[in-house]
C-alpha cells in the first residue's frame, strides 16, 4: 500500500479484555512507532523499533502493554486486561531511517474504546 | 532527557490576523526540532523541520537556542490553518518526542 495501514480502525471492548492492535508500514522504512493521543494529553510515546536493535520500550505505561514488531515489518501493539484509562486513539508511524530525519508518516489511527 | 512544552491547548485568532504558536523545549544535547500538523478528518502530518529553513503554507519557525524556543509563526492566519499543531523533538537516530499540541481555531 501507499501509506501506513493500521486495524482495526474502532475497537470497542470491555474492561479486563486483551485488545490487539496491527500496524503494517511504509515498505522499506526501517523505523515503526507507536503512540497513544488522547485529550489533555497530546501525542504519548509508547515503543518505537529500528531495524535490528533492542526496541525502546520507555514510553510503555504498565506492563499490560507489549508490541512486537514480525521480520521488520508489521508490528502489534497488545494490550492486556484492558483498563477505560486505556481508551485512546492508538497511531502508527514509519520512517525510513529512525529519528534523524523527522519526517514520520502515520497511520490514521486505531480507536479503541473500554466500557 | 528529552522534552517538548506547548504552553497553549487553543489559540483563537481571527482570519488575517498573525499567528503564533509557541514550542519551548530542553535537551541533553543537539537537538532537531519539527512541526507537525493534524487538519480535521486527515492523518498526521510533517509541517516543516527547522533544518530545512523553509517556509511551508507560509508558516516558518526560527530555532532559537538561547531561549530553546520553536515557535511557528504565520503573518496572516487563513481558515484551512485551523488544525491541531504538534512541536516534534529528536536526537540524532532517537525517537521523536511530542509536545501536548495546541488547536488552532482560525475565525471568519
Known amino acids: 500500500g501507499a501509506g501506513v495501514s493500521q486495524s482495526p480502525s474502532n475497537k470497542v471492548t470491555e474492561k479486563g479484555k486483551d485488545v490487539e492492535l496491527r500496524c503494517d508500514p511504509i515498505?522499506?522504512?526501517?523505523?515503526l512507532y507507536w503512540y497513544r493521543q488522547s485529550l489533555g494529553q497530546g501525542l504519548e510515546f509508547l515503543i518505537y523499533f529500528q531495524g535490528n536493535s533492542a526496541p525502546d520500550k520507555s514510553g510503555l505505561p504498565s506492563d499490560r502493554f507489549s508490541a512486537e514488531r514480525t521480520g521488520g515489518s508489521v508490528s502489534t501493539l497488545t494490550i492486556q486486561r484492558t483498563q477505560q484509562e486505556d481508551s485512546a486513539v492508538y497511531l502508527c508511524a514509519s520512517s525510513f531511517s529512525g529519528g534523524n530525519t523527522g519526517e514520520l508518516f502515520f497511520g490514521e489511527g486505531s480507536r479503541l474504546t473500554v466500557l | 532527557a528529552q522534552r517538548v512544552t506547548q504552553p497553549e491547548k487553543l489559540l483563537s485568532v481571527f482570519k488575517g490576523a498573525p499567528v503564533e504558536l509557541k514550542c519551548n523545549y530542553s535537551y541533553s544535547g543537539s537537538p532537531e526540532l519539527f512541526w507537525y500538523v493534524q487538519y480535521s478528518r486527515q492523518r498526521l502530518q510533517l509541517l516543516l523541520r527547522h533544518i530545512s529553513r523553509e517556509s511551508i503554507k507560509g508558516f516558518t519557525a526560527d530555532l532559537n537556542k538561547g531561549e530553546t524556543s520553536f515557535h511557528l509563526k504565520k503573518p496572516f492566519a487563513q481558515e484551512e490553518d485551523s488544525a491541531m499543531y504538534y512541536c516534534a523533538l529528536t536526537e540524532y537516530g532517537n525517537k521523536l518526542v511530542f509536545g501536548a499540541g495546541t488547536i488552532l481555531r482560525v475565525k471568519s
Open positions: 515498505s522499506g522504512h526501517t523505523a
